[in-house]
């Protein structure tokens, strides 16, 4: 007798009539990953046919079927598959995860003739955002950057809201929350105080309410990414650096269907951000700018009437490849940055611009000799900075080193490590001569390469 097992399927669904719509949204596709307790492909499938029938849905696509523990040994636990695959039983066979929906593409047509003009960047204060005429402020909050987010709400006599479905404490502790703030509340100005490098969360500009806000953004808390085209995955808008990255990232039509019903982004400034090249602040933000210098910085993103008009209403909103790679090429140059800032400390007299290069330098060696966490590129970024880029080829046993295949990267950078003092020294003895005084070294070790 054929045991039953946990199934997974990626379903892409239609609800016949509005009141069979398993989603708040105004559309009639959605996609969802379901949890089916069946004892082979073609009962999933069977299963399946005959829950969506039972629910007002036609299933226009089911794919990605596996079951649970292939998707675990090939993505690691994924918990909330885990849970959602608990709640089946022999009597409800079948589960469906979050329902995504999807908007219908619109019928091809002609390119609208306009030039989507630039995202548009300002500094502004927290005193400014609540000054005469401006719309009303909310907050998102991170509650896994800001920890005590969940508390302070509690306590707080404020609009709020979680911008995920679930009731389990843990889950919200760390879920964003949406909340309204006022000029004179007490959560304003504990906001105003966090350090900004704690990247707290973001704040926008919204007449809409909050049911409203919080329906527009929780579309945006999961997306599908390049990534995974199994299931989608965590989008943090609400982290600032992420917010900051999107208007860089994201096609026009996209940033404005995230905006349509915000009518400006306000992010706490910090030196770990990946600023683009048209925001300028005075004075100017440097690699070492401390956190405390732009403490109360704010920068408010906002797009022009033409911008808005051209919103991609009707287009499926997911992440591109040409996007994600764009958003990954802004994380790593965040990393490097922050790399070139944490080597300061060990290098007080060497420059931003040299630590910057060293890191770079660093980071396509990595990439060349297979040596690419961030605790192995500060290994190679100290080796660039000591004994130069070219050390590799220099010193033939940090080669040896390197281009040794059977080590991982780890114990290459270990290597490198108790290497590193020998290198030094005979780094120094292959040093030229300086261009003047030349002869005052009489007492100079001869090296090998010297010798006759």
Known sequence: MVTADYWLARCHVMAHFPSTRRWEEDADEAVTVAAVLAEDEAQVRALLQQQCHDDGLGLIRLDAIETLLQRCRREGLVQRLVELAHTTSPQQPVAYGEMLPLLSEKAPGPEPAVTLPPVNYQEITWQALFALHQPPLWAVIDGVNCRDAMARLGQAEAQSACLYASTDTATQANAP??????????????????????????????????????????????????ANDQAPVYF??????????????????KLAAFMAPIEALILPVSPLMALPPELEFAPAMALDTD?????????????????????????????????????????QSRASQALARSLKERYPQVSEGERMRA?????????RYGVQSKKQIKTLAICVLEVGADFPQRHPDAQR???????????????????LPRGRIRHALLAPYPQSGEHEDNYRPIADEERP
Request: hydrophobic share 40%; charged share 25%; glycine share 6%.
């Open 236 to 253: 943090r808008f609400y982290d600032p650096r992420v917010a900051l990255d999107m208007g860089q990232a994201l096609e026009p039509w």
């Open 177 to 226: 929350w949406l909340v309204r703030l006022e000029a004179d509340s007490d959560l304003r100005e504990w906001l105003e105080s966090l350090p900004q490098d704690q990247h707290w969360g973001i704040l926008l500009q919204s007449n809409a309410t909050i049911k409203q806000l919080r329906s527009h953004l929780r579309k945006f808390t999961m997306l599908w990414t390049p």
């Open 359 to 367: 890191v770079i330098e660093a980071t396509q060696l990595g990439q």
């Open 291 to 331: 956190a405390s210098e732009v403490q109360g910085c704010l920068v408010c993103i906002s797009l022009s009437d033409d911008a808005r008009a051209v919103n991609g209403q009707g287009r499926q909103f997911a992440i591109g490849q040409a996007e994600y790679q764009h958003f990954g090429e802004l994380a």
């Open 401 to 419: 080193i390197l281009d040794n295949a059977k080590l991982a990267g780890w114990r290459k950078c270990q290597l490198l490590e108790e290497w």
